[in-house]
Structure formats: structure tokens, C-alpha cells
């Protein structure tokens, strides 16, 4: 339950943080959005710290290579 409560609020906190800097390309916005939702998939499969960094690295990945193409 820790876990959950910290991922949301590190995610949290990079989105406000992320406002402060310049426009940021479609692959910054991907690998960001693919970290949230990767850790909490990660979380809810495996229900660990391993999976919740595990879904996160996974989904910055994903998101990244799915932001370039737009």
C-alpha cells in the first residue's frame, strides 16, 4: 500500500514539475505517460518494488517509441 501511495505521488510530482519546463516533444510526453501507467501495472501484476520498476522502465520505453512516430 506504501508503494501505491509513493508511486502516485512521484508521478505526481514529476507532472507538476514537468509545466516548469519547455514545450516538451511527443516523446518526452510518451516516455513520461508510459513510466505512470507502466509502474501501476507493474504494481497491480506483480505487487512489488520489482515489478513496479520493472512496468515503469517497460512503459518509458513503449511510450518513447510510440511518441517519435507522432
Given at each position: 500500500?506504501?508503494?501505491?501511495?509513493?508511486m502516485s505521488i512521484a508521478a505526481a510530482a514529476v507532472m507538476?514539475?514537468?509545466?516548469?519546463?519547455?514545450?516538451?516533444?511527443?516523446?518526452?510526453?510518451?516516455?513520461?505517460?508510459?513510466?505512470?501507467?507502466?509502474?501501476?501495472?507493474?504494481?497491480?501484476?506483480?505487487?512489488?518494488?520489482?515489478?513496479?520498476?520493472?512496468?515503469?522502465?517497460?512503459?518509458?520505453?513503449?511510450?518513447?517509441?510510440?511518441?517519435?512516430?507522432?
Amino acid at each position: 500500500m506504501n508503494t501505491k501511495i509513493l508511486m502516485s505521488i512521484a508521478a505526481a510530482a514529476v507532472m507538476a514539475l514537468s509545466g516548469c519546463a519547455m514545450n516538451p516533444t511527443n516523446a518526452q510526453i510518451g516516455t513520461a505517460t508510459g513510466a505512470v501507467l507502466g509502474g501501476v501495472a507493474g504494481d497491480a501484476l506483480f505487487g512489488n518494488t520489482l515489478g513496479t520498476v520493472g512496468g515503469a522502465a517497460a512503459g518509458a520505453v513503449i511510450g518513447n517509441e510510440i511518441g517519435k512516430k507522432r
